[in-house]
């Protein structure tokens, strides 16, 4: 999609992929709505361009996402483009993170995504035409060891966008959900500051840029499912047919 006057709705447009979305979009001509409850952050993103326009609306809160979504509609039109960026990442062994980070996960990684999905689809399909991405992660395909709260919150945007997209199949819209290995952003300092997982440490990271760019391939292509970086596939075959073998290559680099 040529993004010139189109509109976008980024949730997370303050830091990491949500902000390069938002810059990138942008940069195309579109006029880009950011959302998140980092302020400062999103100053920054909308530094680069007239056509970046932050909101601080945290995406738990249903009436103010809904109240946004009417407001960006009316005051930037009608949107072509939404993006689910918004998340934490806190990591800890299911016992011994507290239960209420554990929850706070849901409420924002999946429960985000719902607010976003019944404020804006919508009209949306209605109109017959626009891009909705979510960002679940390979996290919410393959299963970690001290991860386990986020998982789960991953692996439930997944399931919701694959029902959301399958009950809207002939709607028009372009549904893709990014699963992607670990991407070099600000997220990271949340699981450095709880407990990092050996399997993660010193393995492959991408750059915001090459899992918007996978992305933008799978809109094009109608793939449902974008997975970049070398072995994501491999790796989501390996959990599907062998995940016996996984689990104990899990516990053997672990320890546990
Ligand atoms: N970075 C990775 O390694 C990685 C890998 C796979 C998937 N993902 C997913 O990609 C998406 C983007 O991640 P990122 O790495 O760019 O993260 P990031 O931390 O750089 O950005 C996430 C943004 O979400 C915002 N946010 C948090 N809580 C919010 C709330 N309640 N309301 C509104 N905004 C809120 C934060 O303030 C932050 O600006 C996330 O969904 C993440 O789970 C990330």
């Known amino acids: 999609m040529a993004f010139k006057g189109k509109v976008a709705l980024i949730t997370g447009g303050g830091s990491g992929m949500g902000r390069t979305a938002a810059q990138l979009l942008a940069k195309q001509g579109a006029s880009v709505a950011i959302l998140d409850v980092n302020e400062e952050g999103m100053k920054e993103t909308a530094e680069s361009s007239a056509t970046i326009h932050p909101f601080v609306v945290d995406v738990t809160d249903t009436d103010a996402v809904h109240a946004l979504v009417e407001q960006v509609e009316r005051d930037l039109g009608p949107l072509d483009r939404i993006a689910n960026a918004a998340a934490i990442m806190p990591f800890g062994k299911l016992l011994e993170q507290d239960p209420k980070v554990q929850l706070k996960l849901m409420q924002i990684n999946y429960g985000g995504l719902v607010n976003v999905a ?82 993660i440490e010193g393995g492959e990271t991408l750059t915001p840029e090459q899992v918007l760019e996978d992305i933008e391939q799978c809109l094009e292509h ?33 320890g546990f």
């Open 222 to 254: 109608g793939e449902f499912l974008s997975m970049p970086g070398k072995g994501t596939k491999f790796g989501y075959k390996m959990r599907r047919f062998l995940p016996g073998q996984i689990w104990k290559h899990t516990h053997k680099v672990e």
């Open 118 to 199: 019944t404020a804006a689809l919508p009209a949306m399909i209605q109109r017959g035409k626009g891009d909705f991405i979510s960002f679940s992660s390979m996290s919410g395909v393959i299963p970690g060891l001290m991860m386990g709260g986020y998982c789960a919150t991953k692996a439930a945007v997944q399931m919701y966008t694959e029902i959301l997209y399958h009950e809207n199949i002939n709607s028009g819209i372009r549904f893709v959900c990014a699963c992607p290995p670990p991407v070099s952003t600000p997220l990271w300092k949340q699981a450095e500051a709880t407990v990092m997982p050996k399997l």
